[in-house]
Structure formats: C-alpha cells, structure tokens
Nanobody
Framework: QVQLVESGGGLVQAGGSLRLSCAASGRTFSSYAVGWFRQAPGKEREFVAAINWSGGSTYYADSVKGRFTISRDNAKNTVYLRMNSLNVKDTAVYYC????????????????WGQGTQVTVSS
C-alpha cells in the first residue's frame, strides 16, 4: 500500500515557477513508477510527466516539454515536478500517482493517487 501527498501548489504569475512535491509512504516506493497528471475544470485528467523507479527514464507531455522537469529522491520517498515558464493554460489541480510496474501515460494505469494540489497561474 502506498499513500501519496502532494504539496507546493499555489498562485503564481505567468512566467513564474513552482516546484511540486509528492511525498510517499511505504517501504517499496523506490520500486514504483510515478506520474504527474493535471485536471482543469471541465476537462479530463491529462498526463504531464512520469519517471521510472530509478529516475533514469523520464517522459513528458508535449505541452510541458522543455518547461517542466520531473525528478525523484528515493531516499526521501519523494518525487518532484519543477515547473518553469508557467502560463495560464497550466492552471489545474495537479495529482501524483504511482504504480508498481513500468511507466505509463494513461491515468487508469496507476494504482495509487494523491489528493491533488491546486496550481493557479494568473496573467
């Protein structure tokens, strides 16, 4: 069983940066792939970024490539999402999710989810 808690969201001006954290409980978290997803009002949950268990492989949605960076510190049971050059289209609730097998970009492929953290980008 893995429990996930996101933090780091907030209100930021366009062009600004935020770093989200996803803290996990569970001794085997270091063997889990983790994904970040986001959901804006009235829209479906969409893939943002993902990282494999070791951190050696990362994946990004085209809309965030070059602006967002996903990383992990397995010693701290934490995965991060650094978000730079934010724009209003990035406004959403951001969720982290974990699965015990390889990375997938599909939300249904993840077994564990956090409660989400709100990111609001003002123009």
């Amino acid at each position: 069983q893995v429990q996930l808690v996101e933090s780091g969201g907030g209100l930021v001006q366009a062009g600004g940066s935020l770093r989200l954290s996803c803290a996990a409980s569970g001794r085997t978290f270091s063997s889990y792939a983790v994904g970040w997803f986001r959901q804006a009002p009235g829209k479906e949950r969409e893939f943002v970024a993902a990282i494999n268990w070791s951190g050696g492989s990362t994946y990004y949605a085209d809309s965030v490539k070059g602006r967002f960076t996903i990383s992990r510190d397995n010693a701290k049971n934490t995965v991060y999402l650094r978000m730079n050059s934010l724009n209003v289209k990035d406004t959403a609730v951001y969720y982290c999710a974990a699965r015990s097998t390889g990375v997938t970009t599909t939300p249904r492929g993840y077994d564990y989810w956090g409660q989400g953290t709100q990111v609001t980008v003002s123009s």
